[in-house]
């Protein structure tokens, strides 16, 4: 079956390092992958999108990259800061609209 | 703009009694998603409506769970007889374009279900 992995539960950094999140997926292959950040008590936020010919895309600290051989994709948040601590999803997406989320990692960014 | 508002926020319950969540999408908004999230995991899709028509309930637990859709516009999501296991997150999401459209989804606060 389809599935969305998130190898850490949870990642604790130090303040103004680069964190490293990864998300691995099976048995399909999703035409785009999403990243959200989901803060407790509130509802998942959009923060990247990367297309399946895409390699590497950017938006201030954050970069995602997308490895179709590898089936594959790392969330990089550089310059970290404790308020970047929150859970981070991984979302792969078909044709459709549907998005299969994978379980999250909890990041903690340390002051 | 107002974000996608859900009510209520929180709901306690006993088993067995029926219980409903109502979502109001972003204004424009074509494409409407519940979903449930269990603790420690990612939201799991229960049903997707594209204006008025549901495209995709194929995860909807039919016996117990509905959801409608009146006029294309707000949602409500019910449950009834609610079980223990139904305690979780229920998130409700909406995207301006529908299927084939590549959207980002936004989502509202969720409601959290406690069946006792």
């Known amino acids: 079956s389809q599935k969305i992995e998130q190898n850490s539960e949870a990642l604790n950094i130090q303040e103004g390092k680069t964190a490293t999140l990864t998300c691995n997926y099976t048995n399909y292959s999703p035409a785009y992958l999403q990243w959200y950040r989901q803060d407790p008590g509130r509802g998942p936020v959009f923060l990247l999108l990367i297309r399946e010919n895409e390699k590497e895309k950017r938006k201030e600290r954050l970069k995602v990259t997308f490895d179709t051989t590898l089936k594959q994709s790392l969330f990089h948040i550089t310059a970290s800061q404790p308020a970047d601590s929150a859970t981070y999803l991984c979302a792969a997406q078909t044709g459709a609209n549907n998005l299969f989320f994978g379980t999250g990692t909890r990041l903690t960014v340390i002051p | 703009e107002a974000g996608v508002v859900q009510s209520p926020r929180y709901k306690i319950i006993e088993k067995k009694q029926p219980v409903a969540f109502w979502c109001n999408p972003i204004?424009?908004?074509?494409?409407l998603y519940w979903y449930l999230q269990n603790l420690g995991q990612g939201p799991e899709l229960l049903i997707r409506?594209?204006?008025?028509?549901?495209?995709?309930d194929s995860q909807l637990p039919k016996d117990r769970f509905s959801a409608e859709r009146l006029k294309g516009v707000d949602s409500t999501l019910k449950i009834q007889p609610a079980e223990l296991g139904d305690s979780a997150v229920y998130l409700c999401?909406?995207?301006?374009?529908?299927?084939?459209?590549?959207?980002?989804?936004?989502f509202g606060p969720g409601t959290r279900l406690t069946v006792l």
């Open positions: 409506y594209e204006n008025e028509e549901a495209v995709d």
């Open positions: 204004s424009g908004h074509n494409t």
């Open positions: 999401a909406s995207s301006p374009g529908t299927s084939g459209s590549l959207d980002t989804q936004y």
